[in-house]
């Protein structure tokens, strides 16, 4: 295999790689689309009705296209829908030592003050908040992405996301929640700074060849 073979099929093996990685979201259900609602309609779930979540004492609200329009499919979420804030989690199954990205899609609830809104997230002993977003009153949801890599230290992992700011059943709406295993952060660095270290070569060779 020449160089430039040699090259292209590492490049290729690292895409096919991330590619894999990609599509292999953790989280069950973190579209919400496995309730089935028409247009325009929501629903209210409580603990021990959605398969794939645990839910808080206020349950958990998921609408399709009410108050705004998903971020993917056709449902998102809302953790403070019943007069009080509430909270989703989830066992994942993870490996011990393997870097994850936990990433979400939340907006504000539209015409709601800033205090109102707010998520927390818990996974594999950190946590933190989602940066708080500009008041929204234009009728479109603003969607944003949020993400952070950690590292899990067991085979299991509880992911849990919470309603923050002002207990008054309107909160951050909530939508494409994955977890998806990643390279460790300093070797796909290192790895970056090889592909681009061999691709100099390759074209210094190039043009020595000319
Ligand atoms: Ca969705
Ligand atoms: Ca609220």
């Given at each position: 295999m020449n160089k430039k073979t040699w090259t292209t099929w590492m490049v290729a093996a690292a895409m096919a790689t991330l590619g894999q990685q990609a599509h292999?979201?953790?989280?069950?259900d973190g579209s919400f689309e496995s309730v089935s609602l028409a247009s325009g309609t929501y629903t209210q779930l409580w603990n021990?009705?959605?398969?794939?979540w645990a839910l808080g004492a206020s349950g958990l609200e998921v609408r399709n296209s009410i108050v705004g329009a998903a971020y993917e499919g056709n449902n998102y979420a809302e953790?403070?829908?019943?007069?009080a804030n509430s909270f989703i989690s989830q066992e994942l199954s993870t490996v011990a030592g393997q870097w994850y990205e936990l990433s979400f899609a939340y907006a504000n609830r539209?015409?709601?003050?800033?205090?109102?809104n707010g998520l927390t997230w818990e996974v594999g002993g950190q946590q933190g908040t989602a940066p708080a977003l500009a008041f929204n009153n234009t009728g479109t949801h603003d969607w944003h992405l949020f993400s952070v890599v950690w590292q899990a230290t067991s085979d299991t992992t509880v992911l849990k996301i919470s309603a923050a700011g002002l207990s008054d059943g309107a909160g951050s709406s909530l939508d494409a929640v994955s977890v998806t295993p990643v390279p460790e952060p300093q070797s796909a660095w290192l790895m970056l700074a090889g592909l681009l270290g061999m691709g100099a070569w390759v074209s210094r060779r190039k043009q020595a060849q000319r």
């Open positions: 292999a979201n953790l989280v069950q021990g009705q959605s398969a794939a953790l403070d829908a019943y007069s539209l015409g709601w003050p800033v205090a109102s």
